[in-house]
């Protein structure tokens, strides 16, 4: 059974840090391109950062340069650096596995103040 189980949300002021992390669990994690997206209030979920099995990375044009995502294969871990939070960040995070069917987990809320 395929478990993806994100944590590291919180509530920061602008210009702040914070890092996000994805464990999973129930399939070979090695195998597949990992993403992270996020949804705020009354907007469509959007991709942030894509991370391919083989290490590659894309980015939304609205976090590059402040957003880095990562993966621990061995851990089967994949962590989103999120550095000078802006308010427009504010939104639930879900960690997303690109298998046959897309996989999700259940998200965690990150908050930025102004």
């Known amino acids: 059974q395929v478990q993806l189980v994100e944590s590291g949300g919180g509530l920061v002021q602008a210009g702040e840090s914070l890092r996000l992390s994805c464990a999973a669990s129930?399939?070979?994690?090695?195998?597949?391109?990992m993403g992270w997206y996020r949804q705020a209030p009354g907007k469509q979920r959007e991709l942030v950062a894509l991370?391919?099995?083989?290490?590659?990375?894309n980015y939304a044009d609205s976090v590059k340069g402040r957003f880095t995502v990562s993966r621990d294969n061995a851990k089967n871990t994949m962590t989103l650096q999120m550095n000078s939070l802006k308010p427009e960040d504010t939104a639930v995070y879900y960690c997303?596995?690109?298998?046959?069917?897309?996989?999700w987990g259940k998200g965690t809320q990150v908050t930025v103040s102004s």
């Open positions: 997303a596995a690109f298998r046959t069917v897309t996989s």
């Open positions: 129930g399939y070979i994690f090695s195998k597949y391109d």
């Open positions: 991370i391919r099995s083989g290490g590659s990375t």
